[in-house]
């Protein structure tokens, strides 16, 4: 319906800028209307285990989509298109950026990666939440686009947990070292923006952790329903209380010496 009510108010302006127009108009509205379901932000360094738990997560709670991001980086070990991301090359993302087809999109690594908006759609037709794994500089994007976003951000447990992580991450690829090296550099740029998040999890041991991000997860939608408590919610809002930000800085301090940050 809005598609033909801005054709019939800008009937003057050439094609390309009409597309553009309604593109832009139906975007915005999809940010707006998205409240009706919960959009769900989660960051973290490369090898935090964010992909661990985002796939531990999504085999255990119902109802919750996946947004699979674009990016121009080439896929490792076994990734396939479409399923961790897809693949597509610098000119096919630059086009995407142009047609506005992105909530969000950053350049990491040298690689861009970029949110598709039609996630965001179809998590809205279907009546589902929707999860979007991506870097702080997203995050930050998406967080003036959907204020009422829910942000998680997982550390490592410390810098040199993290280097072992990096390094045993893919068994078939060849580790170059000077990655690793751009990837730690890289995980303390991040890590300096934890205050910008909701919610932070430690990911040291997985059992914990993945029982922390359900709690998270579960706990937003109870307290959105507006129902009362039972016995498992009051555990789950215990466990996800325990993980705000604001209960939290005792559980940071050792990650941030680690990676000399004041
Ligand atoms: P990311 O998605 O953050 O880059 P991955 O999920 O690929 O990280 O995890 C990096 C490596 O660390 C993988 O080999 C994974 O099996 C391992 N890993 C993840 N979480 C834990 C954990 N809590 N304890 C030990 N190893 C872990
Ligand atoms: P990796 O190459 O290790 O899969 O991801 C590198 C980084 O890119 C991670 O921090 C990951 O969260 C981030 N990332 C993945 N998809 C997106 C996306 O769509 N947008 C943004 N901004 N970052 C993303």
Known sequence: MGKFRVAFITPTLPGVALVEKITKFRNYNIFKSLMAGILYIISAPSGSGKSTL???????VPNLDFSVSYTTRTPRGSEQNGREYYFVSRPEFEKMIAEDKFLEHAEVFGNYYGTACRFLEEAKNSGKDLLLDIDVQGAAQVRKKVPSAVSIFVMPPNREVLERRLRNRSQTDKVDPKVIERRL???????????DYGYILVNEMLDKAVHELKAIVLSERTQRSGKSLNGTDSELLRTAQCCLLANSHEKVRPVLDSFKIS
């Open 185 to 195: 550099e890289n995980a303390q740029k991040e890590i300096v923006n934890y205050k």
């Open 54 to 60: 985002v796939n531990e997560l999504r085999s255990m």
